[in-house]
């Protein structure tokens, strides 16, 4: 059974920094691609970034490009979501998700499992 249990998520001034966590267990790690995904509230649940298995590569929604890195240590079973120059749009419940296949994807319906969320609100 695969879990995902995230943290790192808090209250943060606009500007700021945060690095939310994202510990998978219940099966190999490695051999799947990651995803971070948010959702605001009355908004639908959108892509953010994701993270391949094979070489690493990354992908990110244009509207955190440049601020927003994922990363993963395979190791610890854990991907990263490092949020830099955070604004108040920003606020949202963080989800990071997997897939029961090796390719990556960009929307929610194509991620089979979830972790619980965890908060981020930025204040301005």
């Known amino acids: 059974q695969v879990q995902l249990v995230e943290s790192g998520g808090g209250l943060v001034q606009a500007g700021g920094s945060l690095t939310l966590s994202c510990a998978a267990s219940?099966?190999?790690?490695?051999?799947?691609?990651m995803g971070w995904f948010r959702q605001a509230p009355g908004k639908e649940r959108e892509f953010v970034s994701a993270i391949s298995w094979s070489d690493y590569s990354t992908y990110y929604a244009d509207s955190v490009k440049g601020r927003f890195t994922i990363s993963r240590d395979n190791a610890k079973n854990t991907v990263y979501l490092q949020m830099n120059s955070l604004k108040p749009e920003d606020t949202a419940v963080y989800y990071c998700?997997?897939?029961?296949?090796?390719?990556?994807?960009?929307?929610?319906?194509?991620?089979?499992?979830w972790g619980q969320g965890t908060q981020v609100t930025v204040s301005s």
């Open positions: 219940g099966r190999t790690f490695s051999s799947y691609p």
């Open positions: 998700a997997t897939r029961r296949v090796p390719g990556v994807a960009r929307v929610w319906y194509e991620y089979d499992y």
